[in-house]
């Protein structure tokens, strides 16, 4: 029973990314960062984040999201450039929604 549950929670989770794939494309940028974020999540994954961000795009909360693949933290902001610095560092990443334009 548990490798069916596994097996079935696998194929639950490809789906959604696969539905949150079609529904908005990211540009990732690397070695950039957020630094003016309205929210922070701490420990989740690159999917999550963008998630997170997608969710917040039609209330205008999410403009750019910001990732620390070495943290695994995530920062949110409803501003666009001004949110944005440039970082000499591959574990820092942005990720730019594409309807959060």
Same mark, same amino acid.
């Given at each position: 029973m548990g490798v069916f549950t596994k097996s079935c929670f696998s194929v639950i989770c490809f789906v959604t990314a696969l539905a949150l794939q079609e529904q908005a494309n990211f540009d990732i940028v690397k070695g950039k960062k957020v630094v003016n974020a309205?929210?922070?999540?701490?420990?989740? +994954?690159q999917f999550q984040c963008a998630a997170s961000c997608l969710r917040l795009v039609e209330k205008?909360?999410?403009k750019v999201a910001g990732?620390?693949?070495g +943290?695994?933290?995530c920062y949110l902001s409803s501003h666009?450039?001004?949110a944005v610095v440039a970082n000499a560092t591959d574990e820092w990443k942005?990720?730019?929604p594409e309807n959060g334009k």
């Open positions: 309205t929210k922070t999540i701490k420990k989740v +994954s205008g909360e999410c990732y620390n693949s +943290s695994r933290e666009m450039l001004e942005i990720l730019i």
